[in-house]
């Protein structure tokens, strides 16, 4: 188990984690492919093409390629997650309920669904729906008769001694925090450091594992560091992975390949 903390995998995440322990890992954020379904490129009303998300890691052939991709991975999370953690996972209208409905038949037992209200979304170029403002993460334990981590005093200290809600109001990467190659955003999904923070402080200790098997651009790595957690991070491409590094810098913090 040594050889993997804190440090980013190189590889598929479906086989890395047959080789890491059962019962190992303390909490797991997971940002999977999203499977958009884009038809083609999207242009504002100038003309000038959206940088969207076209990368071939988020394209499938069909809805069951993607419901196998996704029963897959995360019987592989579950199994390495201890019978007391939680896992996280992210997702937009696209692919959402699909992940939600295989964590069910899987055996999960869901907290709550956490609604990532961005206080700076991308427009609707076209005006054809409603602006899509949200994401959405599923919060679950292993089992329903999991005894999990919460801390429930540390998230009222967000909101003015309040209960903290549901809905979260955070902006999505920009600025000095979205990392860019050759002037274009380097990640197409990066998360903002905001929501790490977040979920890693709620829902996991000092010195606990926080697995994260689709790392990207490293974000949850070098927030799991900053706050005193380890981290196991698995990842298949390479500039990705170079990304991450760039990212941890921001932490002062240059990421290891396992």
């Known amino acids: ?6 440090k980013i995998i190189k590889g598929d995440c479906i086989e890395i984690l047959k ?3 059962e019962n190992s890992v303390d909490l797991i954020f997971a940002d999977p492919p999203y499977n958009l379904q ?27 390629e993607y419901d196998q991709f996704t029963y897959d991975w995360l019987k592989s999370c579950k199994r390495v997650l201890k019978k007391d953690g939680t896992i996280w996972v992210i997702g937009s209208y696209h692919n959402i309920f699909r992940v939600g409905k295989i964590m069910q038949d899987l055996g999960f037992w869901t907290l709550n669904d956490v609604i990532w209200i961005k206080t700076n979304p991308m427009p609707n170029f076209k005006g054809t729906r409603f602006n899509n403002t949200q994401e959405t993460l599923i919060w679950a334990t292993k089992s329903q008769k999991s005894k999990y981590t919460f801390h429930y005093k540390s998230m009222k200290a967000f909101g003015d001694d309040k ?6 109001y955070i902006p999505i990467c920009n600025g000095k925090e979205r990392i860019k190659l050759n002037g274009k955003k380097a990640h197409s999904t990066q998360k903002p450091e905001a929501l790490l923070y977040r979920i ?18 490293g974000t949850t790595g070098a927030v ?29 913090y240059n990421f290891q390949l396992a």
């Not at 188990?1 to 804190?6: A, P, R, V």
């Not at 209960?163 to 979260?168: I, N």
């Open 38 to 64: 884009l038809q083609g490129d999207l242009y504002r009303p100038n003309q000038t093409r959206v940088d969207g998300v076209n990368d071939k890691w988020d394209q499938y052939s069909s809805f069951e």
């Open 1 to 6: 188990m040594d050889k993997y903390l804190n």
């Open 224 to 252: 799991a560091k900053k706050l005193g957690r380890n981290f196991i991070g698995i990842e298949k491409e390479n500039v990705y992975i170079k990304i991450a590094n760039e990212n941890a810098k921001i932490f002062n």
């Open 163 to 168: 209960q903290m809600r549901s809905d979260w």
């Open 200 to 217: 890693i402080v709620a829902t996991s200790n000092p010195g606990d594992i926080v697995l994260d098997p689709f790392i990207g651009s």
């Open 19 to 21: 080789d890491i322990p």
